[in-house]
Each structure stands twice: as C-alpha cells, then as structure tokens.
C-alpha cells in the first residue's frame, strides 16, 4: 500500500449548536442529499486513494450508517477498504482522543499494521474538491517528510489561521497559530501528508496527552530542521462550523460554479453519497422554483427562492421559504413564510406561520456569538403550530413542540 488515508471525523463541532446536537459534526446533512464527510471522501475516491480510516468518536452511530461499507464511493473493492476507528480504552488508561494528534497516536498500530509508504491525514468537515495526487507527487519530488496544504486568504483576516512563512522553493521556514502579525498569508487546511517513519518518530512516544499537529509536531518538526513543504491550493475552500458559514456555503451551491469555484455537475469529479429511492420532484400548479437545490422527493405548491431544500419535503400552497435549507422529511403547510431559516429533519410547520420574521436582529439571548446575523433554526423533529409567528436568531431545540398562535421574539431560546 503506497497511501493511507485517516481522516479525523469525531468532532462534535459545538458551533454548529442544534444541528449537531445528535450528529457528529461530518455527518451534518449538506446541499440537501450529501453529508459533509461526503466531499472528503468524494476527495479520496477521485484522487485513487481507496484505503482510508475514518477516525470518529462523537455519536459516531448515523455516520458509520451513512458510511456502511463504503460502497457509494468505491471503497469495497477487493483491493481496498474503509475502517471505522473509534477511542477504545487500553492498559494505559488511554480513552477520548484529545488532539489531532492524539488521535492518530491512538491509532500508530493501525497505521504500522497497513504497511503504508505514505499516510495522508485530513479533516471531515470542510466543503472543497482537492486532487490529492497532486500534493503526493510534490512531496516525492521535494523529498519532503511532510507536506502541508494551504490556501491563500486576505491579509486581513490572517490572524483567525496557523499561518506559513516559507522560502522560495515553498519550504516552511516557520509556524505560527493565529499571529498579531502575520509574516504571509498561507493559510493552513488542516490536511497533511506524512512519510510514514516521520510520523511515528513525532507521535508514538510523545507524552504529550492533547498532542496537535498545530501546536505540537509542526513547530518541534522545524525545530529539527526536516523537511517540511507547503502544497499550495487556490480553489474553493470553506469550513462550515459556524451557522453563518453553514448557510453561505450551501447557498454558494446555487450560484453560477465560475462564482464560487466548485461545480456539483462536474462529471470527471462527481461528489458520492448513500442516496435514498425516491420519488420525483413535483411542482404543483400553484409551485414555483426560484435559484434553488431541490432533491427527489419533494413536492412543491408553494414558492421557493434562493434555497436548498433537502428530500421528500413538502410545501404546500401559499407558502414561501427564501435563502434558508431545509432538511428532509419536513413539511410546511399553506399560507406559512420562512426566511434565513435552517431546519432540520421531520420537521412541521403550520399553517400561516411566520418563521425568521420582521426587522428585529437581536441576537440570540443565550448564545450571541452563534446567531447575530438573522439566522433562526429549528431543531429535529419540531412541531409549529399554526399561526405561530418566529423572529430572528431564534434557537429552538429538538423535538420542542410550540402552540398555535405563539410569539416568539427574536434572540430566544426554547429547550
């Protein structure tokens, strides 16, 4: 085996809030049929890396259903496979994984076992097409111990990334998290490639308990001089850990692909899931669809702008739904309005309901740093009664059943 692909998928991703308060992270419904993780190992499949690890720990259960066999992208193929890794408890008392690091240190036997030259490590929870053969061919030909991929971002918001300096040949000279004062604007993507034997010598015996690839191994990796080069990338990139950057992702989705940078119809870099049988979409005589992602299943009465609407949804008659994503299983009955709404699975809406309504943009009482933009979700399986009127950067958790004819004021939270 010449690469082994580990991708860190146990993050609960704690900003997401509502969305992944039953999902891991990576198993986050995106552009309405695919899961997060699916561009990642969509990434893996296209690039002909067909042995990978998906490293998962929080409520890990939907994924490793999602994932299964690895079938939709390849992955059980003779000469191939997908394992699920998950934290195990061993004689030294070694549990959760605590750091990126950490994580694959908790793995090293996996990692000695698969007999890899090479161990590509990523993360599974960014939006982006990568060919990953093209950073392995630049690490043989610089002989580097690691290679490290980086997109270039403005200057100006340098100091949110670990950032790069590097020479003229794209060698890192040095490291810094989040500096005052960046010395470039390389951006790291969290996406490596190790030389197998580098990577045990940095991990396997270091004592550090939250070991980071960031914090840790890159910065004493320059310490002692190895070879460590920069793969740059210049294509679409984003990390949809926040609400905002959830929303604005998707919704980049249904601009024009010379927009933003990435094409769901590319047909020589096609993005696999597990797909569900069903129907096809209906648009009524009172329907319309406006700039949007509608998936098989759907039956649309109602009018729908500028949305991802996930499958077998349903909105009836008189109803409009604009720059939100609604998520499958959902029905909005007649005469109800949302706007910059998420929501998520099994979720009804009743009749002549406002949701994501007026000009009050006060943010979330309870979690202001999460919601501020106008942004109100819904979690799993809510039930809305009719005539219920929502305003923005409300946060309303699963399974919360609202009566008809509630007021719920914009910045609240109900639990």
């Known amino acids: 085996m010449e690469v082994l692909a580990m991708i860190l998928a146990g993050g609960r991703g704690s900003r997401l809030d509502i969305l992944s308060a039953h999902r891991v992270k990576p198993g986050v419904p995106f552009a309405g049929k695919f899961r997060i993780i699916d561009f990642t190992l969509s990434n893996c499949s296209n690039s002909g890396i067909y042995n990978v690890a998906l490293l998962t720990q929080y409520l890990p259960l939907s994924l490793n259903e999602h994932i299964g066999s690895g079938r939709p992208w390849d992955f059980d193929r003779r000469d191939s496979s997908i394992t699920l890794l998950q934290p195990y408890e061993t004689s030294e008392d070694k549990s959760w994984y605590k750091g990126t690091a950490d994580a694959i240190r908790q793995n090293i036997r996996y990692i000695k076992n698969s007999n890899a030259k090479y161990v590509l490590i990523l993360s599974g929870d960014h939006i982006y097409k990568m060919n990953y053969q093209w950073m392995l061919d630049e690490h043989k030909k610089n002989n580097a111990a690691l290679t490290i991929a980086a997109k270039t971002v403005p200057y100006e918001e340098a100091n949110r990334f670990g950032i790069f300096e590097v020479d003229d040949t794209k060698k890192i000279l040095s490291f810094e998290e989040k500096p005052e004062n960046p010395k470039s604007n390389f951006a790291s993507m969290g996406i490596y490639i190790f030389n197998t034997d580098t990577l045990i010598k940095y991990i396997e015996n270091e004592e550090i308990p939250d070991l980071d690839f960031g914090k840790h191994v890159i910065p004493k990796m320059l310490t002692d001089n190895e070879r460590i080069f920069l793969h740059c990338y210049d294509s679409y990139w984003k990390d949809v850990g926040t609400y905002d950057s959830y929303l604005e992702a998707n919704i980049d989705l249904i601009k024009k692909s010379e927009e933003v940078g990435i094409n769901l119809y590319d047909e020589n870099w096609k993005i696999y899931t597990r797909s569900k049988n069903a129907a096809p979409v ?45 998520f499958e299983d959902t029905y909005i009955d007649e005469n109800s309005h949302l706007e910059k709404v998420i929501v998520d699975k099994k979720v009804y809406v009743g009749k002549y309901s406002l949701i994501g309504h007026g000009d009050d943009y006060k943010a979330n009482n309870e979690k202001p740093d999460l919601l501020s933009s106008g942004i109100s979700v819904l979690g799993k399986k809510v039930h809305v009664g009719e005539n219920v009127t929502i305003g923005r950067n409300v946060r309303i958790f699963p399974e919360k059943d609202i009566d008809s004819h509630a007021q719920i004021g914009s910045g609240e939270t109900l639990k």
């Open 282 to 326: 209906r648009i009524g005589v009172t329907g319309s669809i406006l700039n949007s992602l509608v998936c098989d299943g759907c039956k649309i009465e109602g009018r729908v702008e500028n949305s991802v609407i996930g499958p077998n949804v349903t909105v009836r008659a008189g109803s409009t739904v604009r720059n939100s994503i609604i």
